[in-house]
Structure formats: C-alpha cells, structure tokens
C-alpha cells in the first residue's frame, strides 16, 4: 500500500512541479517552432550598420541569423514572409513607463522600498496593447514618483498576458525571482507637508538615513544567523550589492548633482531619469560613467524645475560621452509617439545613430537586458518591429511587432488598429473574447 501511495505522491509532485513551470514560463512554451524568415526588408540591427535587402530567421523566440540576402541560409521548412518597402528594427526599450494602472507607496511615509508595483499591475489594461502599437516590446513600469522611494519596479516584456507571470522577466538574484529595480525621486515631487520633508537638503537626508539602515541590516545578514527578515531593507541591501539598480527621478542640474554625490557615497547603480537639465552638467554625469534616460516634450511646461527641458540634452550627453536613452513616462508622453521623441533630439544635433540605440540598446542596458534585447543579433530574443518608413518621419507607422517570435500587434488588424488610431481610451470590449480564443494571430 505504501508504494502505490509513493507512486501516487510522486506523480502529483511531478504535475504541481510541471504546473509552476507553465505558470511563469508561459510565454516561452508559446514560441514559435516553425523558423520564420523575413526577406527585403531595411534592417536596423542597432549593434552594427544598417543592411539593405537583408534578411532575418527567427525560431523559437530567438533570433537565428541576420544578414545581408544571399549571407543567411533559410532552413527548408521555414515560412517566408516578404518584407520589402519595410524596416526591421529591435523592439523599442521603454526605461520609464507607467502603463499598467500600477500605483505605489502612500502618504503614511516618504519611504517605501517595502512596496512592490506588481502587486497593483492589472495585465489586461489596454494600456499595454496601445503602446505595443508604438513599437515597444519591453518597458521598466514604475510606481509614482511623488515619494523619495515610492517602491519597487518591474521590468515586463509585454506579451499577451492572463496574468503577471506571463509577462516577468525571471531573475535569480532577487529574492522575489523576477526583474525590477527601485523607484527614487528627488526636487519639487516629494516636497509636501510631514511625514514627507518639506525641503531638498531633508529629502537628500532621509535618503541618506535608508542607505545607512540597510548598510547596518547587510552587515547583520552577513555577520550573524537567523536574522529577521526586514522587507523595507531586503530590496536597499540588494540594491547596495548591485543586484537592483535604483531608477533616480531627478530635474534639476543642482538636484542630479546629489544624486551624483549619494550614488559615489553608498556605490549603488543608478539611472537618473528624465534629466531636464542634463546639458547643464553632461561633463559631471559623463565623468561619473552614469547613464541618463531622458524625456523630450513638445509642449514642456508643468513644473517649474522642468523649465529647461531643451530637445539639446540628448546632443550634449552624446558630446560628453555618457550613455543615453529616452524613455515616454506613460502617460506623461504616450507610448504610442515614442519615435518623436528621438526625432527632436536629433533635430537639435544628436546623431541619427546614437537616437536610434537610445529606443533600444541602451535602454536595453540600463535594464540589464543588453544581452536579450535591444539590437538584432543572433541568440538575442526575436523582439523586433516592422516600420512603413524612415524611424524619424512623421509619415512612419509601426506596422507590425513582435516579441519572443510572436506577432502582438498588426495595424492590418481591424481589431488592432483602434489601439494605434484612438483616444486615450480605446477599450473595444473584446479583450474577454481575445485571450478566450488564444490571443492575438
């Protein structure tokens, strides 16, 4: 009796174990078998100059070859798809975006490494949809950025989802297992009335204090045993390893230089984000080798410490050497209009070049995500675009866009289209009969 028992443990062992699996790995079970190849096509690879009349294979999920047509081999069973007239491009990078519906800390406290925006992210938000329709593939979704630390973010690849898992980038390093940094604000956001400090030197303090607190909690977890655990210090001491890179939001050229000095006292990683006055100090963060996601606006105007948001930052990062992304700060900018961003900066000097990398490898880079994302190439993930024209036109739609080798979005689709045409709420009433009949095709 008691082998049959064991028998019957072991098998419903295996199928739990088999069902977590299929739980957060959903998406590569879902990948592509059949090599598709793409022919004709323009193809921006990002990591290397553009090739006419080129060619890319992918296969399940991954990107198999990419070269010039005659240089590639396409395996016999391959379905061929013709490309021509289009550009090929990785899918873009979005380093701050808000899509989602997430939200994050309270009002009980400035501070709150403790809150984690999956826990608030609805999947079935057609946020994601529309700005699938913009060309983004992956974005880093953040809480709001009216606390000193408003929480924990995530980095998603924007798959069709039921739920969070199908979308989480898995991670070992992280005590939760999945991608995500931590959420930081500094300048005028913060400022309010207590708990919250009411001025810029309190708000460098109290940031100051947090480091000092999980400084103090990593010495005892190496030190000693069974140490309690402490989830406001967990995620600060994973960032003080390097394990979590601390997302700044930052304006002002005073208020980046603080940042600058906290990041060389306590010797976390940090993007600093949006930036404004980033051509006023491009030297100082270029010589601290740390990188910068900026926003660019064409109707500036909403803070007083954004006055300077010039479409120069972008060339004067470039100048000094300092890496350099853009990010849309959904819905701040609409992820739909990404490319128009880029498209500014190069009208005041940026290189068409280091415009293009800044929507896809480096952002892909301050994700940690260089390897998987952001330039095509073979062995990276099949996450790519189809454009009608050049990036940079105003006339150019994204046609089609891909993620691990599936095709989420394709303005052909009547019942796409809406989410790349409409207003600010585009919800069709179709999303339940959508994923009840597998997504989209």
Known sequence: ????????ALLIGSWLVSGFFSLFFTADAHAQEQPIAFTGATIYPISSPPIENGVMVVQNGRILAVGAAGSVTIPTAAQVKDASGYILMPGLVDT?????GGDGGDRSSALHPDVRIKDAVDVRSDTFRKARTGGVTVANVMPGSGHLLSGQTIYLKLRDARTIYDMLIPDENLRDGFMGGIK?????????????????????????????????????????????????LEPMVEALEGN??????????????????????????????????????ADEIAAAGIPSSIIVLDTPGGKLEAINLLYKSGRYLEEAGADVAFHTDDSVTDSRLFFRMAAFAVRDGMSREKALEALTLAGARMLDLQDRVGSLEPGKDADFILLTGDPFSVYTHVQQTWIDGIKVFDRANPDQLPFATGGHEVYRGDYFDHYSTGGAQ
Do not use: C
Not at 96 to 100: A, M, N, W
Not at 187 to 215: V, Y
């Open 96 to 100: 701050h975006s808000h899509i989602g």
């Open 244 to 281: 979590r890179i601390i997302h700044f939001h930052t304006h002002r050229h005073d208020d980046i230089l603080t940042v600058l000095r906290m990041q060389r006292e306590f010797g976390f990683r940090v993007v600093l984000h949006h930036v404004t006055d980033a051509w006023l100090v």
């Open 1 to 8: 009796m008691n082998k049959y028992l064991t028998i019957v």
């Open 184 to 232: 930081m604000a500094n300048g005028t956001n913060p400022l309010r009335q207590p708990p919250f400090p009411g001025t810029r030197a309190k708000s460098a303090t109290m940031q100051r204090e947090l480091f000092i607190q999980a400084q103090e909690y990593q010495q005892r977890l190496q030190n000693e045993e069974n140490v309690a655990r402490n989830l406001r």
